[in-house]
């Protein structure tokens, strides 16, 4: 549940209403329609690329910047690290709700740990992921994911490897 609340107000907070704000600042001072244009398309544009949808960096000139077909999100290892992860929280809350309120089986315990061990490793590679990718041009969206996901650190403590830990203490002070 932390991590859905926090994916969902990254997108909601950092990505959507930056964005809009931004886009209504330049739409409030200009009356030049190209202009209008040329906003509107760096608003889709940023947009795409902060939820992880747009591959690769937005370009400032709206006629260079491509929107990417959804065949190739297949290249885009954020996107994909976020799907299996609310596909997950799917699979678990239809499982949970499945069970009703009786005592768990012991099939229903082993399933429930192996959903939870799916999660621990699916955690630690996105945060391995984000912090393995911050340096790119996109970074500062995946550094400031990175800090809604793991603020307290409590994440990169429960990592095992040591240099997720550093590299992940290192992006976010």
Excluded at 73 to 91: A, G
Excluded at 103 to 123: A, G, H, P, Y
Excluded at 145 to 173: A, E
Aim: aromatic residues 8%; proline residues 2%; glycine residues 4%.
């Amino acid at each position: 549940m932390f991590i859905v609340d926090h994916l969902q107000y990254y997108l909601q907070v950092d990505v959507l209403e930056s964005q809009w704000t931004i886009l209504e600042n330049a739409l409030g001072s200009t009356r030049d329609f190209e202009a209008l244009r040329h906003a509107h398309t760096n608003f889709l544009a940023s947009t795409l690329s902060q939820t992880f949808l747009l591959l690769g960096s937005v370009r400032n000139e709206p006629t260079t910047t491509s929107y990417q077909k959804p065949e190739s999100l297949k290249n885009n290892p954020v996107h994909n690290s976020l799907s299996t992860l609310l596909r997950l929280c799917e699979r678990f809350c239809s499982r949970v709700a499945s069970w009703g309120e009786m005592e768990l089986s012991v099939d229903q315990e082993d399933e429930l740990t192996l959903l939870c061990r799916e999660l621990d490793q699916l955690v630690s590679f996105l945060l391995q992921l984000l912090s393995s990718l911050r340096d790119q041009p996109c970074g500062t969206h995946l550094a400031q994911l990175l800090l809604r996901l793991d603020f307290n650190r409590w994440f990169s403590r429960q990592c095992t490897g040591k240099s997720l830990t550093g590299s992940l203490t290192g992006s976010i002070t």
